[in-house]
């Protein structure tokens, strides 16, 4: 918890000593000041108390006999300051797992060895190779007591370290600390001098903590990348229009008012965005987008052009492995370096600051289901993403994460029609792209199916609606949407940038084979699904309808067979878990073994 004490301004208490009563009605001096002249004292503690005790025994004024409190204010102890899952004895309570401050849950952290206040410390996050990152991100638990105490540092090998300058003041409401600039880096080191100090007489009890570390790479794919632009001159290198400094520039040679200018990918990227800085501008500027650097095609064109920014809003994406601007016509002159003032010498150039290209991240839902009650929709939901959590990467997402695991599946790399199915089968989620599966199948603690009920609907094009006049997490306000933010939820678009040809919803977990099915069928392949017919698979009774023969009983797939004149003749049934026989009528149960229907 955390305790405030405000005194009136007049009235300063010089001497006072704080005590809290536990659970057993006994009382733990935590704050104790001999000579104080604050007006405001605060403690941060983690323990319980449900009585706080107040001695007060001199004012800094000797003459005011009167002990005035203008305020006592105490905050309940967030969730996230005591580690979740942890199962240990007392004495080691606050043990946890370094990966939790590398998690997509912001509700668990790693927390350092309690120890003494001077004993220092390191936690290094390693992110396996070397990567252009743009922001760095550490969220405190428990932080370290002043910002002296904590020390920020980078590498590449892990033999020279760099330190990087994290804005934030470390107190009691401000746990957020954030570097913005562009650092090639492999290793983040955080040393802690002094670690969190709970002044309630035990010091070695509770350890400085971090909710989560957050290494963004850096979103400019043009960055650091060499480029073809054959018309520069002297110490003007294509790459210093890519190096993120506006210090720096490429130029054409004087005299020369045409220029082309190729940013060239290794693979093929999603992008969305282009932002051009002229020092000196061109007046005609075309922009061209190739996915195998043979081919080009038009994005963005200007005539005419006065302004010495070309910008291409995010809206507009495109895929490309190769970028290509066409310059042509100078608006700008410069004199000749060794003749300046000569005005024979002053000619056309073109000269280019900073070319930023943006990789579209994504994020944005799909389809999905989400809950509606009473007045408030959207708060549970689950939802197909594209691009959330990793570029190019399907997802499921839900509320808070809850449901939601980076399946590591292969990036998406088609402008093609994409089959794409989530399957829940009891807490299992599985993922399937084009009849195969996509990923690793996890265990998502799915909702039950009567969590679906009648107040539930399908969404479209966006996570849940509770997002749809949200542009991103951070405009949550209030407590309606606490609780539902996850991932990348502050800065990944929410809605999704696409065409949608069609969606289904069935209910029941689909094997395999039935996705499989369902792909080849949308795809104009023979349909493998039980309603093939009943001269291909045996027909029984179902379960719930015993009066009605179908095939596989409605409880199995229908697999098709080809004889050699390629024509589906017969067939035989897979059973779902659960049911056998030639036609899927036999129903096994645990408890009382199987039985024929």
């Known amino acids: 918890m955390r305790l405030a004490f405000s005194w009136n301004s007049v009235n300063i208490c010089k001497r006072f000593m704080v005590e809290l009563e536990d659970r057993s009605g006994v009382y733990t001096q935590v704050m104790a000041y001999a000579d104080n002249t604050e007006a405001i004292n605060e403690v941060l503690l983690l323990r319980p108390a449900r009585r706080i005790r107040v001695w007060m025994y001199e004012n800094v004024d000797p003459l005011v006999t009167q002990f005035r409190i203008a305020e006592i204010e105490v905050w309940r102890a967030e969730d996230t300051q005591q580690p979740l899952g942890v199962s240990a004895e007392a004495a080691d309570l606050f043990t946890t797992d370094a990966a939790n401050a590398i998690s997509t849950n912001n509700f668990t952290?790693?927390?350092?060895?309690?120890?003494?206040?001077?004993?220092?410390g390191t936690v290094t996050l390693d992110l396996q190779a070397v990567y252009p990152v743009d922001m760095v991100q550490c969220?405190?638990?428990?932080q370290p007591s002043s910002l002296g105490d904590r020390r920020f540092e980078v590498s590449e090998d892990s033999v020279t370290w760099s330190d990087i300058p994290l804005i934030g003041p470390v107190n009691f409401d401000e746990k957020l600390e954030q570097f913005t600039g562009f650092v090639n880096m492999r290793y983040l080191r955080i040393s802690f001098v002094r670690a969190f100090d709970d002044t309630a007489n035990e010091?070695?009890?509770?350890?400085?903590?971090?909710?989560?570390?957050?290494?963004?790479?850096?979103?400019?794919?043009?960055?650091?990348?060499?480029?073809?632009?054959?018309?520069?001159?002297?110490?003007?290198?294509?790459?210093?229009?890519?190096?993120?400094?506006?210090?720096t520039y490429w130029s054409t040679r004087q005299g020369v008012d045409t220029a082309t200018f190729t940013v060239t990918f290794s693979e093929l990227f999603n992008l969305a965005g282009v932002y051009v800085e002229f020092?000196?501008?061109?007046?005609?500027?075309?922009?061209?987008?190739?996915?195998?650097?043979?081919?080009?095609?038009?994005?963005?064109?200007?005539?005419?052009?006065?302004?010495?920014?070309?910008?291409?809003?995010?809206?507009?994406?495109?895929?490309?492995?190769?970028?290509?601007?066409?310059?042509?016509?100078?608006?700008?002159?410069?004199?000749?370096?060794?003749?300046?003032?000569?005005?024979?010498?002053r000619l056309e150039v073109i000269a280019i600051k900073e070319f930023t290209l943006l990789e579209h991240a994504g994020g944005g839902g799909v389809f999905g289901?989400?809950?509606?009650?009473?007045?408030?929709?959207?708060?549970?939901?689950?939802?197909?993403?594209?691009?959330?959590?990793?570029?190019?990467?399907?997802?499921?997402?839900s509320e808070g994460d809850i449901r939601s695991r980076d399946v590591v599946g292969k990036p998406e790399n088609t402008t093609q029609l994409v089959h794409?199915?989530?399957?829940?089968?009891?807490?299992?989620?599985t993922l399937y792209r084009n009849g195969q599966q996509y990923g690793s199948s996890y265990n998502g603690s799915a909702i039950s199916s009567s969590a679906w009920n009648n107040d539930s609907r399908l969404v479209m094009g966006v996570r849940s609606t509770a997002y749809v006049n949200l542009s991103t997490a951070s405009n949550f306000t209030g407590t309606l949407l606490e609780g539902?933010?996850?991932?990348?939820?502050?800065?990944?678009?929410?809605?999704?940038?696409?065409?949608?040809?069609?969606?289904t919803l069935i209910r029941g977990a689909l094997l395999a084979e039935e996705v499989l099915g369902l792909y080849e069928s949308h795809f104009g392949k023979p349909e493998r699904a039980c309603h093939c017919g009943h001269r291909v698979c045996p027909s029984g009774p179902s379960r719930f309808l015993p009066s009605v023969q179908v095939p596989c009983s409605g409880q199995g797939v229908c697999?098709?067979?080809?004889?050699?004149?390629?024509?589906?003749?017969?067939?035989?049934?897979?059973?779902?878990?659960?049911?056998?026989?030639?036609?899927?009528?036999?129903?096994?149960?645990e408890n009382g073994g199987c039985c024929k229907v």
């Open 109 to 120: 952290m790693w927390m350092a060895a309690p120890g003494p206040p001077q004993d220092p």
């Open 139 to 142: 969220l405190w638990g428990m």
């Open 203 to 247: 010091p070695n009890k509770i350890g400085m903590s971090i909710r989560n570390l957050l290494v963004r790479l850096d979103q400019n794919l043009a960055r650091w990348h060499y480029s073809a632009a054959p018309t520069g001159v002297w110490s003007f290198p294509s790459t210093a229009a890519l190096d993120g400094s506006r210090e």
């Open 279 to 345: 020092l000196y501008r061109a007046l005609s500027i075309q922009l061209y987008q190739s996915v195998d650097c043979i081919s080009y095609t038009l994005v963005e064109s200007i005539r005419d052009n006065g302004d010495y920014v070309f910008y291409v809003p995010t809206t507009v994406h495109f895929q490309a492995r190769c970028v290509r601007m066409e310059l042509s016509g100078a608006r700008d002159r410069m004199w000749h370096p060794d003749r300046y003032e000569d005005p024979i010498s």
């Open 369 to 397: 289901i989400e809950d509606c009650y009473g007045s408030t929709c959207g708060l549970r939901y689950d939802t197909i993403t594209y691009g959330l959590l990793q570029p190019r990467g399907w997802s499921i997402a």
């Open 420 to 429: 794409v199915v989530a399957v829940f089968g009891g807490n299992t989620i």
């Open 484 to 503: 539902i933010a996850g991932l990348h939820d502050d800065s990944h678009n929410n809605f999704f940038s696409g065409a949608i040809h069609s969606v």
């Open 559 to 589: 697999v098709r067979n080809s004889s050699a004149d390629g024509l589906t003749q017969t067939g035989s049934c897979t059973c779902i878990p659960g049911y056998s026989g030639p036609s899927c009528s036999v129903h096994c149960s």
